[in-house]
């Protein structure tokens, strides 16, 4: 094997790069820094590149998009006029820095993008003399560039390290790390994704001298001093059937002077760790290859396809147009043609176009910008005026809103070959589309405004929890899922029935709160029947709710039956489930019984608002359980907003009532002047 | 419960027919109150409140207690002391909650419910309520599960308990017959610290005691006092060789907070062998059974988990596990096995959501080893082994649940869109 052959080369080559300095393009000293330009010709068909990261097979500008909102929190950041050659200040997207960061590392080393939100990290490593004295003029949370913390890189991968290793030893549990330790791994992690990315394209860039390597030089034409890496991966079996036979034959020279040759090749090509570049040769293989598995099968005897050394050397060129400071329009498409016959070769590029215009249409933000319209049209027609062109225009456009979250909605189901939900981002989106759905329907039925007015609200709060989400989360939306998730009957019938459950509880209990803030602040205090109505949309909601989360739940052990050999077992996911079932079959209940009435079961339906938050969220944070497959930092908080709220809204409610209550005994008691009794 | 109808109110001041003359409630009398209030809504609605609240407390105490411990503590039980952070609330438990509601559901939501078009939806999922509840009550007192682990090439007709242990009692006679007594751990548990109990074994000669039963202990050596300076157990000898322990001794530990088939149970044994009593210690991860001299034959004594036999023989082929490309995130685990029954072999492929399901026993594709490897040389793969009577009850439930909340859910929502058509004409028309 290579590997074994050139240890010692290979690890005097890593000790050399491990500084992680992004070289290539050193920033001039004291000036500007010149800012490269991409046209939009490029960005688009490099986008379109299909790779292969965690398992799935992208677009190269999706894998831009999660890269820079893993490291920059953001999906855009903002280039200084001050720092860069530029005339004003300007944002960049994901592929523009994608691209700068594999064609000019040294450039893409000065953006601050990489964002620190708490100073103490660094402040911490300044004290102890590793880390620039600038850090501590920047703000608590700020944006820092790889060239500002590059001082400190060692000292922070460091001490991230030990907390990893603490935790691994079981020495420390990675439920409880503290801010700092979070932040100190979450650094560690960006740092190396972007060096692993801005040395990524070496391979392209890079040239190998022959000189002193007679075996390699036989290999080419006479004459020729240093070889690119698409000839050296040519060559590669040949090379290494010379290293093997100088081995066997004991020339040492010439032994090590093919493993230093092949070595650095190897060792350049293999920075793009977790990012296949390359679709496999050997048609029953899945799993995508990077240049460097290219070259160590060539090296062992596996010739290159042409189709792949094509690619390879499409990559070159444009590497090579790039640095003479072309525009590489042409070099671009040729690698997109190249990467995209070989994915077609294979079934493998069917859905990357359908991906770019997923991203590219954006439904989602759209969808959230038609809603609030809507929201803010209809809110205006509550006012009178107008009114008669305001509701129509609001209906017209929730309606334009509610069919592009759908269309979203839809091609996510396409690309991923799954029904609508098999994540925690999905179920946002899922669960506020038939929120806003059930709105309509409802309105259509009674015509009163409020499920016309709560439909665009819901949608927009929804696909605003999404984007959130999506900025915290900060991973691939789309990821591949595990053993026991892939399956589409139940991920189509479960899954669907409980999240249309926690929808329509949710909007009942959004009716409720309707109902208890409109008494409370007597808002139409004389409409007895409008509020007569509201309190059946909160029963009706709550009876919807209560088909969806019970069928949900069952189906749910039923799966769980044939899974894992139990019907119930108390997993904190279930026992949410189970708590809005029980909950709101005690509503209905209570109503039936005539234990409560409109306000009582709008009280009622701010508790199931809260077991839903519970269930949908609040069961992940408590990291038990097979379910606990969606823990995200920063939920905690906002779930702790949203159970304040509530808890004001059952205070306040509460104190009316008990009031309203008081003041009604008091008219009723004898003396008081009120009604006889 | 639903359409039961609502007693009159005759309390004074309040409307209602003229009250009868009064006269002293009989047996009969109370009986019937006792109905009414078994087949209330009210008490639906304490046990439904009562019932989230437990859940919830359940939940939350998983976070520091196994699934095991909370289910038998807060599910399995008639009382609990609910913990919600410091606070120690007193809750009914689920059984005794349950076994109220299914009450409640047969007096009020079955037998007392008025019988009509509007109510049979109603009817319907009560009765499917009551077949969930009598499929977990059958699952509770008559089903077994365990694990099995099976190497490629490996046969087995045995699966164990992952929680439940069984003390075991062989007895070898000089020829080499043997007899052997399995006790229920649970039945000697009582036994705990400071305590001793004796144990009766139909037909066994030498007379046991058991106890100090530790439920999670580990068993550690015991060097003589005089071995260390200053009186403290020195586990080392001269020249700092290792000293030969005199004895062990059990060491209690607090229960696995997550889960419960780490707990390794301990017990201290006491055998009357010939005039005197020989004591030794149990402990769950001894590699052999104590063994004593009771005259002529030998007593053999064991702590093990407990083990359900299948009627039929599994042998592992083939364990497969794939990783979705380029990862270690797990696509897919899969066992070849060969399922013997007498001569005859199936060949069956047991993979996740796909279990094989025969003579009453469900064998689930629950994991794989060793995990420390990404492609073991010797992989073993482990079943998950149930025998649930009630294993297709569910599903039928859940079937029955739907079509009656469908029925009548769908009813109230016709009714209710004729009457809002009704009650609103001119916002129907679009008037603002």
Not at chain 1, 377 to 387: D, E, K, T, V
Not at chain 1, 443 to 456: Q, S
Not at chain 1, 534 to 559: E, K
Not at chain 2, 125 to 130: I, K, S, Y
Request: glycine share 10%; hydrophobic share 45%.
């Amino acid at each position: 094997m290579i590997r074994g052959r050139f240890a010692w080369i290979l690890a005097a080559l890593v000790t050399a790069g491990c500084g992680g300095r992004a070289d290539g393009e050193a920033a001039p000293a004291g000036g500007r820094v010149p800012i490269p330009r991409w046209s939009e010709e490029v960005q688009d068909a490099l986008a379109a590149v299909p790779v292969q990261e965690q398992g799935r097979i992208k677009p190269l500008g999706t894998w831009a998009r999660f890269q820079l909102l893993r490291i920059n929190h953001a999906l855009t950041f903002v280039v200084s006029a001050r720092r860069f050659d530029l005339p004003a200040d300007e944002r960049r997207g994901p592929m523009p820095w994608a691209l700068d960061m594999l064609f000019h590392p040294g450039t893409a080393s000065e953006y601050r993008c990489f964002l620190v939100p708490d100073r103490e990290v660094l402040s911490d490593l300044h004290r102890a003399g590793e880390a620039p004295g600038e850090v501590e003029r920047r703000r608590k949370r700020d944006r820092h560039s790889y060239a500002d913390l590059q001082p400190a890189r060692d000292a922070i991968l460091a001490r991230a390290e030990r907390v990893l290793r603490e935790e691994e030893a079981g020495r420390l549990d990675p439920k409880e790390r503290t801010p700092l330790h979070r932040e100190l791994v979450l650094l560690r992690s960006s740092l190396l994704e972007f060096e692993t990315a801005a040395r990524g394209l070496d391979w392209a860039r890079a040239r190998y001298a022959l000189a002193g390597t007679p075996a390699a030089a036989a290999l080419y034409p006479e004459g020729t001093t240093a070889v690119r890496f698409s000839e050296v991966l040519r060559e590669a079996p040949r090379l290494g059937a010379a290293l093997r036979a100088a081995t066997d034959r004991a020339d040492d020279e010439a032994a090590r002077g093919l493993e230093r040759f092949i070595g650095q090749a190897w060792l350049d090509a293999g920075h793009l760790r977790g990012v296949g570049l390359f679709p496999p040769p050997v048609p029953r293989e899945e799993a995508w290859l990077g240049a460097a598995e290219l070259l160590q099968r060539a090296a062992a005897g596996q010739a290159v396809p042409p189709g792949h050394l094509a690619l390879v050397g499409a990559w070159e060129a444009l590497a090579d147009a790039v640095a003479a400071g072309g525009d590489g329009v042409a070099e671009a498409r040729a690698v997109l043609e190249r990467a995209r016959a070989l994915a077609e070769a294979r079934g493998e590029y069917e859905k990357i176009d359908l991906e770019l215009t997923y991203y590219d249409l954006g439904p989602f933000d759209h969808a959230k910008v038609l809603y609030l319209i809507a929201f803010a049209l209809i809110a205006l027609s509550w006012l009178g005026r107008f009114s008669r062109w305001l509701r129509p225009a609001g209906v017209v456009l929730t309606v334009a809103a509610l069919a592009l979250h759908a269309l979203g909605i839809t091609l996510r189901c396409v690309i991923r070959g799954h029904p609508p939900v098999s994540t925690l981002y999905e179920t946002i989106l899922f669960i506020s589309a038939v929120g806003s759905l059930t709105c309509l329907v409802i309105e259509w039925v009674n015509r009163r405004r409020i499920a016309l007015a709560l439909g665009p609200l819901l949608g927009a709060l929804g696909l605003l929890l999404a984007g959130n989400y999506e900025m915290i989360d900060r991973q691939d939306t789309m990821p591949k899922l595990q053993a026991v998730l892939d399956t589409n009957f139940w991920l189509a019938t479960h899954v669907l029935c409980i999240s249309i459950g926690y929808s329509a509880a949710l909007l009942a209990s959004a009716f409720g709160q309707a109902y208890i803030l409109g008494r409370v602040l007597g808002i139409r205090r004389a409409d007895a029947a409008g509020y007569a109505g509201l309190g059946r949309m909160v029963y009706g909601t709550t009876a919807f709710a209560l088909i969806f989360a019970v069928v949900g739940t069952i189906l749910g052990g039923v799966w769980a039956n044939d899974s894992w050999g139990r019907f119930w077992g108390w997993d904190p996911k279930e026992n949410g489930a189970l708590m809005i079932c029980l909950w709101t079959v005690m509503m209905l209940h209570a109503r039936l019984g005539g234990y409560v009435r409109a306000f009582g079961l709008s009280m009622l339906s701010v508790v199931l608002a809260m077991i839903v938050a519970f269930s949908w969220w609040g069961v992940n944070l408590l990291q038990v359980g097979l379910h606990s497959y969606g823990w995200i930092q920063g939920v905690g908080t906002a779930l702790g907003v949203f159970y304040l709220a509530e808890t004001v809204v059952l205070a306040v409610g509460g104190t009316w009532a008990w009031r309203q209550r008081r003041a009604a005994r008091a008219a009723a008691a004898p003396g008081s002047g009120g009604p006889a009794a | 419960m639903s359409d039961v109808p609502a007693p009159t109110l005759t309390a004074a001041g309040r409307a209602g027919p003229a009250a009868p003359p009064a006269r002293a409630p009989g047996p009969a009398d109370l009986l019937r109150r006792v109905v009414d209030v078994l087949g209330s809504f009210g008490l639906a609605c304490v046990i439904l409140a009562l019932l989230t609240v437990l859940t919830l407390a359940g939940t939350l105490a998983q976070t520091h207690k196994s699934l095991f411990d909370v289910q038998e503590e807060y599910f399995e039980s008639l009382f609990v002391l609910a913990e919600f952070g410091p606070l120690r609330v007193p809750l009914p438990g689920a059984y005794l909650l349950l076994v109220l509601l299914a009450l409640n559901l047969v007096v009020g939501g079955l037998v007392r419910i008025r019988k009509r078009l509007a109510t049979v939806g109603v009817l319907v999922v009560h009765a499917g309520m009551l077949a969930l509840l009598g499929g977990g009550l059958v699952e509770y007192l008559a089903s077994d599960r365990g694990s099995l682990r099976l190497y490629e090439g490996e046969t087995g007709a045995v699966f164990q308990s992952g929680e439940l242990w069984d003390l075991v009692v062989e007895e070898v006679a000089p020829d080499g017959q043997a007899r052997a007594w399995v006790v229920p751990v649970e039945e000697i548990a009582g036994a705990g610290p400071g305590r001793l109990r004796s144990l009766r074994l139909a037909g066994l000669d030498p007379g046991l005691q058991v106890g100090d039963y530790v439920r999670n202990a580990e068993v550690v050596p015991v060097f003589a006092p005089e071995a260390g300076a200053h009186g403290a157990p020195d586990p080392h000898g001269p020249h700092g060789a290792p000293a030969r322990p005199t004895g062990y001794r059990v060491r209690r530990l607090d229960p696995h907070p997550v889960s419960a088939e780490q707990n390794v149970p301990a017990l201290r044994v006491l055998v009357a062998a010939g005039e005197g009593l020989q004591e030794g210690v149990l402990w769950g991860n001894q590699a052999f059974p104590w063994e004593v001299r009771t005259g002529e034959a030998a007593l053999r004594l064991d702590l093990r988990r407990r083990e359900f036999e299948l009627p039929f023989a599994i042998r592992l082929e083939e364990f497969v596990k794939e990783d979705h490309p380029g990862t270690r995130l797990p696509r897919r685990f899969s066992s070849y096995v060969t399922k013997v029954e007498g001569r005859v072999e199936t060949r069956i492929h047991i993979t996740m959501n796909e279990p094989l399901r025969h003579e009453g026993y469900t064998l689930y594709q629950s994991g794989w080893g060793p995990q420390s490897e990404r492609e073991p040389p010797w992989p073993y793969s482990v079943f998950s082994v149930v025998r649930n009577p009630a294993d297709r009850v569910p599903a039928w439930a859940c079937l029955v649940l739907a079509v009656g909340l469908l029925f009548h859910f769908l009813l109230k929502l016709v009714n209710y869109a004729r009457a809002e058509a009704r009650r609103s004409p001119a916002r129907r028309a679009g008037a603002p």
